[in-house]
């Protein structure tokens, strides 16, 4: 029995009948869109900074879930579409040229100090997705939820 008096239920094994009826194969020619997805943006958090200002820790759960919901739109485009068509959705900057010391000392904290170029994405008004461009996977270091990172001279931008 498991915790609270309930019986646990058995996993259920397909029979093979039904193994049998599914489609098997290369899984880029089973999920939709993946066909291209070489050319299409992904995420890593692999360098997301838990501990500076620009953190996802200080998300609530409404915000989190819609940053996730764009995230996930900006899927469906390609790097072309998301950082060469000008301004927006995405831009890159020179990181030495970063006008926030503090987002210059974070890096260097994170480890990555000798990085050239950072990426942004805008989310919303003044939100953006900041972080690293290696061929299709925009590594992502920070939320910047309020255009700290890289302060707009025009307003609500």
Known sequence: MAKGGKAKKKLQVPSARVAEQKRTGDPASLLPSASNSEERVCWRFTHLDLDGPWGLTQLDHERLLTLITDMRKFESLTINELFHQGEWPGKCHDVPLLPNRTALERLEILGLPDMTKIWKLRVGGAGRLW?????????VIWWDPEHQVWPSKLKNT
């Open 131 to 139: 972080g690293f461009l290696v061929g299709n996977v925009f590594h």
